[in-house]
T-cell receptor
Framework: EAQVTQNPRYLITVTGKKLTVTCSQN?????MSWYRQDPGLGLRQIYYSMNVEVTDKGDVPEGYKVSRKEKRNFPLILESPSPNQTSLYFC????????????FGQGTRLTVV | KQEVTQIPAALSVPEGENLVLNCSFTDSAIYNLQWFRQDPGKGLTSLLL?????REQTSGRLNASLDKSSGRSTLYIAASQPGDSATYLC???????????FGTGTKLQVIP
């Protein structure tokens, strides 16, 4: 089954404690991206990757890092989480480098206290 | 910077009605526009994709149109059903097509 898998689904952490949210897709997609969803603001793009070792900033990259060492994985790293990073995070992938017919993960609800 | 607006933010209709959801964007230099559905506690599901050179796309009871010159797209849902209740999001690819900007969504409730 074609899918994008995020882990964990729920996470509560403390300010400053480094964390990683994993994202994996089994469709051999080139394009992957991360978003955060906040009430009243919609989904905002954090980072995207067009292929292995090729990443670039979206609209809200501050406080986040990503890496793309393998085609299937695109982890989101928060080196020093802060309460304003409390949000619902989504990972997405698509076959082509144009966000066409994107597949989304189930989401990760992160709370930073 | 691309901005995407969806109006209304919420909509409640009786079952069987035809309805239109609106999406507007500020920069007409888009690569494509997609409509997504989001159910509570779940990820997004792609409904329709319209390339910049296209005017509309249809899938079952759904029809999406695109007017780039006016910066508008509409999602038409025919004969609405309670199972259509969800939040509908539009997303625009622009700025070199790798960047994606989402609207804030329209929360639809179809009442049996």
């Amino acid at each position: 089954e074609a899918q994008v898998t995020q882990n964990p689904r729920y996470l509560i952490t403390v300010t400053g404690k480094k964390l990683t949210v994993t994202c994996s897709q089994n469709m051999n997609h080139e394009y992957m991206s991360w978003y955060r969803q906040d009430p009243g603001l919609g989904l905002r793009q954090i980072y995207y990757s067009m292929n292995v070792e090729v990443t670039d900033k979206g609209d809200v990259p501050e406080g986040y890092k990503v890496s793309r060492k393998e085609k299937r994985n695109f982890p989101l790293i928060l080196e020093s989480p802060s309460p304003n990073q409390t949000s619902l995070y989504f990972c997405a992938s698509s076959l082509k480098v144009s966000f066409t017919e994107a597949f989304f993960g189930q989401g990760t609800r992160l709370t930073v206290v | 910077k691309q901005e995407v607006t969806q109006i209304p933010a919420a909509l409640s209709v009786p079952e069987g009605e035809n309805l239109v959801l609106n999406c507007s964007f500020t920069d007409s230099a888009i690569y494509n526009l997609q409509w997504f559905r989001q159910d509570p506690g779940k990820g997004l599901t792609s409904l329709l994709l319209i390339q910049s050179s296209q005017r509309e796309q249809t899938s079952g009871r759904l029809n999406a149109s695109l007017d780039k010159s006016s910066g508008r797209s509409t999602l038409y849902i025919a004969a609405s059903q309670p199972g259509d209740s969800a939040t509908y999001l539009c997303a625009v690819s622009s700025g070199g097509y790798q960047k994606v900007t989402f609207g804030t969504g329209t929360k639809l409730q179809v009442i049996p």
